[in-house]
C-alpha cells in the first residue's frame, strides 16, 4: 500500500497501472465534496470522449491500494 505518490514510484508500480494507449498516465488524488479521499492513474489524452479509463486506488489503513 502506498501513501503519497513517491511511495507509488518507489515501489515500481506495474506498467499496465501506469500505462495506457495514450502514453504514460497521471497519478491524481484529491478529497471529494463527501470528504472521502480518492486517487487514480489518469489517462493523459485531452478529449475526453477518447480517454481511457482511470485506474482507480482506494485507502486503506496502511496508505493507497490499487483497486484491481
Not at 11 to 34: I, M, N, Y
Request: with cysteine; glycine share 8%; proline share 6%.
Amino acid at each position: 500500500s502506498f501513501k503519497t505518490q513517491e511511495e507509488v514510484d518507489a515501489a515500481g508500480t506495474p506498467d499496465s497501472l501506469q500505462q495506457c494507449k495514450h502514453g504514460k498516465r497521471v497519478f491524481r488524488e484529491g478529497t471529494a465534496k463527501t470528504g472521502k479521499p480518492w486517487a487514480n492513474y489518469s489517462c493523459i489524452e485531452k478529449s475526453k470522449a477518447s480517454q481511457c479509463d482511470p485506474v482507480w486506488y482506494m485507502q486503506t489503513s496502511t496508505g493507497w491500494q490499487p483497486q484491481i
